[in-house]
C-alpha cells in the first residue's frame, strides 16, 4: 500500500469513527442518520467503515446533522474522554 493511500484510509478511519461516536451520541441509527443527511443508508454504512471517500458537500451533510464543525469530524480524538 502507498503511502498516499495510507495516510488516506488513515484519515477515513479517523472520519468514520468520529461520525459513529457522534451519530450514537445522538442516538441516531444508521438509517435515521442517513435521512436526515438524504443519504442512503448503504451509503453511511460504508462511510462509517471507512471503504468510502466523501465529497466535501456530502461532509458539510454529515456535520450539519450532527452538529459538528467539520473539522471535529476529521480530528483524531476519543468523545468518551470529554471531549
Do not use: W
Not at 451519530?23 to 438524504?38: D, N, P, T, V
Not at 443519504?39 to 446533522?65: D, M, Q
Not at 471535529?72 to 468518551?80: E, G, P, V
Amino acid at each position: 500500500m502507498s503511502i498516499r493511500h495510507n495516510r488516506g484510509f488513515e484519515l477515513r478511519k479517523v472520519l468514520a469513527g468520529n461520525i459513529r461516536a457522534y451519530r450514537h451520541k445522538k442516538g441516531l441509527s444508521q438509517e435515521a442518520f442517513a435521512e436526515i443527511c438524504g443519504l442512503h443508508r448503504t451509503y453511511v454504512g460504508s462511510v462509517e467503515r471507512a471503504e468510502r471517500n466523501v465529497t466535501l458537500s456530502t461532509l458539510e451533510a454529515f456535520a450539519t446533522a450532527l452538529g459538528a464543525p467539520v473539522p471535529d469530524l476529521l480530528t483524531r480524538r476519543s468523545l468518551h474522554n470529554g471531549q
